[in-house]
T-cell receptor
């Protein structure tokens, strides 16, 4: 079975502080991990995926198969990063895509 | 392409009424997903289709919920009869070959 856990519902930081949004997964096959973001009044959109190994808007995420984690990190948060962040899990042998419960990031000035 | 299109954007209905939500995926995408978003449970996968065929409907809450995809460009999610606890935002998403999911703007359903 596929499962995604995001333990924090809300994360509040001040501008310039480091951010880490936690995500753990459970999957018996080869996982594909994603982070999606939903800004206020906008659609959910892809932020980054583990296979790309790229930094988007200063965010990075490393897949740790040993710890079954895919935490999202940014060294210096900006006010415009305030949004809802969802970790998502797919698989190389499945089209099924499931999401965690989401973490709301609030960045204060 | 206008992206994934959902209608209506907002729906208010009385308990017991039938509700039909509609989705037009991105042309050429072969997988379509229906999700329900609530504060408590986040984004729950209700059902997904591949090449118009329902693959996994294990997330559908109960028999009051049904979904169809009669062709590659249209899908519906129906709730009959609706109940107040069905109030949520319902999202449709589609994916193509590169597995990135594109979401519609959602339908905010309120059952009173």
């Amino acid at each position: 079975a596929q499962r995604v856990t995001q333990p924090e519902k809300l994360l509040s930081v001040f501008k310039g502080a480091p951010v880490e949004l936690k995500c753990n997964y459970s999957y018996s096959g080869s996982p594909e991990l994603f982070w999606y973001v939903q800004y206020s009044r906008q659609r959910l959109q892809l932020l980054l995926r583990h296979i790309s190994r790229e930094s988007i808007k200063g965010f990075t995420a490393d897949l740790n198969k040993g710890e079954t984690s895919f935490h999202l990190k940014k060294p210096f948060a900006q006010e415009e990063d305030s949004a809802m962040y969802y970790c998502a899990l797919g698989g190389y042998n499945t089209d099924k895509l499931i999401f965690g419960t989401g973490t709301r990031l609030q960045v204060f000035p | 392409d206008a992206g994934v299109i959902q209608s209506p954007r907002h729906e208010v209905t009385e308990m017991g009424q039938e509700v039909t939500l509609r989705c037009k995926p991105i042309s050429g995408h072969n997988s379509l997903f229906w999700y329900r978003q609530t504060m408590m449970r986040g984004l729950e996968l209700l059902i997904y289709f591949n090449n118009n065929v329902p693959i996994d409907d294990s997330g559908m809450p109960e028999d009051r919920f049904s979904a169809k995809m009669p062709n590659a460009s249209f899908s519906t999610l129906k709730i009959q009869p609706s109940e107040p606890r069905d109030s949520a935002v319902y999202f449709c998403a589609s994916t193509g070959a590169n597995t990135e999911a594109f979401f519609g703007q959602g339908t905010r359903l309120t059952v009173v």
